[in-house]
Each structure stands twice: as structure tokens, then as C-alpha cells.
């Protein structure tokens, strides 16, 4: 379930903002405001994609290719120490 309608459910049962932001706490969602940006717009741009893989199909993009990424480099790790 995506965290936005998980958050929205929270809201609906009328939980109380305290759990509802105890939640973004716990799944490490942090107000744009608290952390600062660059000012460059480039910059701004590929932080925003790298950071909040959620902000667009972009960054969900590069969050998959990141992870298969991994998980590939991971398994070459693991096939040569087998190896040895």
C-alpha cells in the first residue's frame, strides 16, 4: 500500500495526528522543510529523484534499476567467495 493512502486511512479513522506523525517518523518521511534543497535547479532535480522514489515514475525508475543493481552486484560478491 502506498504510504500517502495509508496516511489518508490514518486520517479517515480519525486516529489523531500524533499517530499520523509517528508514522511518517517511522517510514522515514520527513517535511521538505527540514531538509534543505540546492539551489541549483539541476541539482534540486536529481536530489529529488534520488531521495523521494515515490515523487515520480522517474524516480521510481531509477529506484528499481538501483536495487536490481544491487542485488546483482551482490550476487557476483557472493559467487566469488564460493569460489575461494
Request: include cysteine; glycine fraction near 2%; charge should be positive.
Amino acid at each position: 500500500m502506498h504510504v500517502e493512502v495509508f496516511t489518508d486511512e490514518l486520517a479517515f479513522y480519525q486516529l489523531g495526528s500524533d499517530v499520523i506523525n509517528q508514522f511518517r517518523v517511522d517510514e522515514g518521511l520527513v517535511d521538505a522543510a527540514a531538509k534543505p534543497l540546492p539551489t541549483n535547479a539541476f541539482q534540486r532535480a536529481v536530489w529529488i529523484l534520488l531521495e523521494n522514489p515515490e515523487s515520480s515514475l522517474a524516480a521510481r525508475i531509477i529506484a528499481i534499476l538501483s536495487r536490481c543493481r544491487k542485488k546483482r552486484s551482490d550476487a557476483t560478491e557472493n559467487r566469488e567467495r564460493t569460489r575461494k
